[in-house]
């Protein structure tokens, strides 16, 4: 019930104009394979300040959110049991529950729900 993809944006230090580009892309991808999920590793900002890259993302994922482009996301630290977003996200992906990142408060990654 409902797979998971995961996709590394930052692995060659990426603008953030071409990092959201990527998840523009990795969702229109991931729709059109089925996938219910997507984990974004986009990282958490060299200097530890919170990235360029993770708030660009985040803040075009909230847009797409309210254009009802996505059904949500769920940001890294707070990917947890304890969230309901996140129980909610297992009924979609159940793929979700055997995640690396769950529990482990990671803010360099975020969930997207498609």
């Known amino acids: 019930m409902g797979a998971l993809k995961e996709v590394n944006i930052k692995s060659d230090l990426p603008t953030a104009d071409t990092a959201v580009k990527r998840v523009t892309y990795s ?15 986009h990282g958490y900002g060299s200097t530890g300040r919170g990235g360029k ?3 660009e993302v985040r803040a075009y994922l909230s847009r797409l959110e309210h254009q009802g ?3 949500g ?13 996140t129980r909610d996200a297992f009924a979609l992906c159940d793929a979700l529950r055997q995640d690396s990142d769950l529990e ?11």
């Open 69 to 71: 482009k996505i059904r």
């Open 104 to 114: 482990r408060s990671n803010n360099g990654v975020t969930i997207i729900l498609l």
């Open 27 to 41: 969702i229109a991808n991931c729709r059109s394979l089925g996938y219910s999920a997507i984990k974004i590793i």
């Open 53 to 55: 890259i993770r708030t």
């Open 73 to 85: 996301y769920i940001p890294g630290e707070d990917f947890s049991i304890f969230s309901a977003e």
